[in-house]
């Protein structure tokens, strides 16, 4: 499962449902992707469900599993289909 997210800043919004959602399944590969854009361009940042708590306070200053810009996206698609 994907939660996919967009933010322009450092934070990432999340609900109490989605951190307890993947706090409870953070064996399986439920994947929170980030889309930072910004003037530059965007990047993917890929945060697995045992991350979810530091994402939501920390934010994308956290370190993600995988960064990558588009439109490279098979690293992406590598990570997500082997976990």
């Known amino acids: 499962m994907w939660e996919l997210k967009v933010t322009h800043a450092n934070a ?3 609900s109490p449902h989605q951190i307890a959602f993947a706090e ?6 439920v994947w929170f992707l980030v889309c930072c854009a ?3 361009g965007e990047t993917i940042k890929a945060y697995h469900a045992s991350s979810v708590t530091q994402l ?5 200053k956290y370190p993600p599993q995988l960064e990558i810009t588009p ?3 098979n ?3 590598d990570l997500i289909i082997t976990s």
Not at 24 to 29: A, D, I, L
Not at 56 to 60: D, E
């Open 56 to 60: 939501a306070k920390l934010g994308v």
């Open 38 to 40: 910004n003037p530059e």
């Open 12 to 14: 990432v919004r999340i």
């Open 71 to 73: 439109p490279d996206w």
């Open 24 to 29: 409870s399944h953070n064996e399986y590969p």
């Open 75 to 77: 690293p992406l698609f």
